[in-house]
């Protein structure tokens, strides 16, 4: 299994950013994939990006593209978010998770460890 934790949520007003952290520990993680996921209040999970721990391969939500990064540092076995030109509509909590598989996928269910969240408010 793996341990995450996140941090770095806020409140923001639009236009602003936030860079998320995933601090990762319990093995290694060179045949996972990692995964930003959030929920609004009376919503579903859904998933914002994901990224590949050996290679480096990315997936983004259309909701997000071009606005959100994702990066992880193998040495600090760290994941990030960096969210940028924040809109209302990004409202969340903001769950990282990971699957032992070296593939991005968007289901939640094919994630099996996951962290306590961390809220992010945006305003207009």
């Known amino acids: 299994q793996v341990q995450l934790v996140e941090s770095g949520g806020a409140s923001v007003q639009a236009g602003g950013s936030l860079n998320l952290s995933c601090a990762a520990s319990?093995?290694?993680?060179?045949?996972?994939?990692m995964g930003w996921f959030r929920q609004a209040p009376g919503k579903e999970r859904d998933f914002v990006a994901g990224?590949?721990?050996?290679?480096?391969?990315?997936d983004y939500a259309d909701s997000v593209k071009g606005r959100f990064t994702i990066s992880r540092d193998k040495d600090k076995k760290t994941v990030y978010l960096q969210m940028n030109s924040l809109k209302p509509e990004d409202t969340a909590v903001y769950y990282c998770?990971?699957?032992?598989?070296?593939?991005?996928?968007?289901?939640?269910?094919?994630?099996?460890?996951w962290g306590q969240g961390t809220q992010v408010t945006v305003s207009s």
């Open positions: 998770a990971a699957r032992g598989s070296s593939a991005v996928v968007s289901a939640w269910y094919r994630y099996s460890s």
């Open positions: 319990g093995r290694t993680l060179s045949s996972y994939t």
């Open positions: 990224i590949t721990w050996s290679g480096g391969r990315t």
